[in-house]
């Protein structure tokens, strides 16, 4: 069954580096979706993506964030000077049409 | 969806039936998700239903939903100790906006 997929499973950082969260999405996938789990809270939603650009985003996907599709199969998230906050698991989704969305295993990012 | 409530905690002995409880505010909501993560694990999307049903079943898991109060509720019969998780309910008002997640309820099955 197509899954989801993101690297790297953990990522350790300095505080005020740039970091980089990949996901490959579902192959006929058109509909993406990164959302962040900070340990012991909610998931919540950061951004969607459609047709290359933004379709929504939270208040939480400010300037420091961006996403991007730089090629047909990689989903990226870029977090550009990383904060303690930033810490959490982020998933990444993605959905096909009208279909649900269907979630990476995530990549926790633990900034130092 | 606004806000999804759920209680954190639920405890069973093996082979009992377990009931998760969640609340929503958002009447707008269409799809209703139940989503299962293991420890350092992702999300799994056990099983959802439209605002339109009132029950949806799938083999152990059964799904009920009032919409008038805003209440959806996963039961699992037969509880396993791999059924032990945290339990997610959450809704989106479509299949393409963002999907509201609860607290989420922990699951610790007893042997």
């Known amino acids: 069954e197509p899954e989801v997929t993101q690297t790297p499973s953990h990522q350790v950082t300095q505080m005020g580096q740039e970091v980089i969260l990949r996901c490959v999405p579902i192959?006929?996938?058109?509909?993406f979706y990164w959302y962040r789990q900070i340990l012991g809270q909610k998931v919540e939603f950061l951004v969607s993506f459609y047709n290359n650009e933004i379709s929504e985003k939270s208040e939480i996907f400010d300037d420091q964030f961006s996403v991007e599709r730089p090629d047909g199969s990689n989903f990226t998230l870029k977090i550009r000077s990383t904060k303690l906050e930033d810490s959490a698991m982020y998933f990444c989704?993605?959905?096909?049409?009208?279909?649900?969305?269907?979630f990476g295993p995530g990549t926790r990012l633990t900034v130092l | 969806g606004e806000d999804v409530e759920q209680s954190l905690f639920l405890s069973v002995r093996e082979g009992d039936s377990s009931v998760i409880n969640c609340t929503y505010t958002d009447s707008s909501s269409t799809y209703l998700y139940w989503y299962k993560q293991e420890p350092g694990a992702g999300l799994q999307l056990l099983t959802y239903?439209?605002?339109?049903?009132d029950m949806k079943q799938d083999q152990r898991l059964t799904v009920l939903l009032n919409k008038k109060d805003k209440h959806l509720s996963l039961r699992i019969a037969d509880t396993q100790t791999g059924d032990s998780a945290i339990y997610f309910c959450a809704d989106s008002i479509n299949s393409y906006q963002k999907v509201t997640f609860g607290t989420g309820t922990k699951l610790q099955v007893i042997p």
């Open positions: 192959s006929n996938h058109l509909y």
């Open positions: 989704a993605s959905r096909e049409g009208t279909d649900t969305q269907y």
């Open positions: 239903i439209f605002s339109n049903m």
